[in-house]
């Protein structure tokens, strides 16, 4: 939300934005972007969003905030994706922060056990956390992630996965992260 108020704060021209989430799109509309629905734009060129961890592949684990599924989607359809972190959130091997897979609720007992046999991880109910899209969160814990492509390819396989807040077959393409001398650039090249 930083990014946004910033953009209301300075001025920014942006004429339209796409959301990930109804929070998101408030934020938005008060700083005057008007929010266009996914459905009714092209692939555009720039998708900026925040990581809860960002590895040395550009492999993130996003969904802190209930918001992976739409945020997959709008990475999807982006020519490129900037992702925007303190230096907190770089990690030399996913899995310190919880990783979150977004499900189905009539599925999420069955789904929690099949996710603590394949992860060997802990899978916790996020209490009081109905997503965007009615579903639920459940955030896998104590896991070190050494395949985060194999890893979300196997979890999205899962039925009443909606998705898994792995973000390794599309990552980032350019990390912004904030350090005390100012904001520093990762870029695939």
Do not use: H, W
Not at 3 to 16: D, L, P, T
Not at 26 to 42: C, F, R, S, T, Y
Not at 89 to 113: S, T, Y
Not at 146 to 160: F, H, R, T, Y
Request: overall charge negative.
């Amino acid at each position: 939300m930083k990014f946004i108020e910033q953009i209301g704060i300075n001025k920014v021209n942006v004429a339209s934005a796409v959301s990930s989430s109804n929070n998101t799109t408030k934020a938005l509309e008060a700083v005057g972007v008007k929010v266009v629905d996914p459905n009714a734009v092209e692939p555009y060129d720039i998708y900026i969003d925040g990581a809860d961890e960002v590895d040395p592949n550009f492999n993130m684990i996003k969904g802190g905030g209930a918001c992976l599924t739409r945020e997959k989607i709008l990475t999807s359809m982006a020519k490129k994706f900037i992702c925007i972190v303190d230096k907190s959130k770089l990690v030399d091997c996913l899995g310190k922060f919880p990783l979150p897979v977004e499900v189905i609720p009539m599925a999420r007992n069955q789904v929690a056990r099949t996710l603590k046999e394949l992860t060997g991880g802990e899978p916790v109910l996020r209490e009081g956390c109905i997503t965007d899209n009615g579903c639920e969160i459940l955030d896998v814990k104590g896991l070190k992630i050494s395949d985060p492509v194999a890893l979300e390819q196997k979890i999205n396989q899962i039925p009443g996965v909606v998705t898994v807040g792995l973000f390794a077959s599309k990552g980032a393409d350019i990390v912004l992260y904030a350090t005390e001398d100012g904001v520093k650039v990762l870029s695939r090249s």
